[in-house]
């Protein structure tokens, strides 16, 4: 095997820092999101409540509130 170099390569640099970086899929962003925000902590809380006193109107409006705040927050996790 022969192996060959330019005398004014660099060593380790494969691609540009800009164009190589880690992209998360939507449901793992979701994932951090809820893990996170201090907000969606306490909506999912209260929507666990929610279910569980069967509070349907209550745990629809929590479910509205969860996907409008996962909205707001989706440009901030895909800088």
């Known amino acids: 095997m022969e192996m060959y170099a330019d005398t004014d390569a660099r060593g380790g640099i494969l691609e540009p820092p ?3 970086d880690v992209k ?3 449901p793992d962003l979701i994932k951090s999101m809820h893990r996170l925000d201090d907000k969606l902590v306490q ?3 209260e ?3 929610a279910d569980d006193s069967l509070a ?3 745990a629809e409006e929590l479910r509205a509130q969860i996907a409008a705040r996962e909205n707001a ?3 901030l ?3």
Do not use: H, M, N, W
């Open 18 to 20: 800009g164009i190589c």
């Open 24 to 26: 998360f899929r939507k």
């Open 43 to 45: 909506l999912d809380s």
């Open 47 to 49: 929507l666990a409540v």
């Open 56 to 58: 349907v109107e209550e």
């Open 73 to 75: 927050l989706l440009p």
């Open 77 to 79: 996790y895909t800088q």
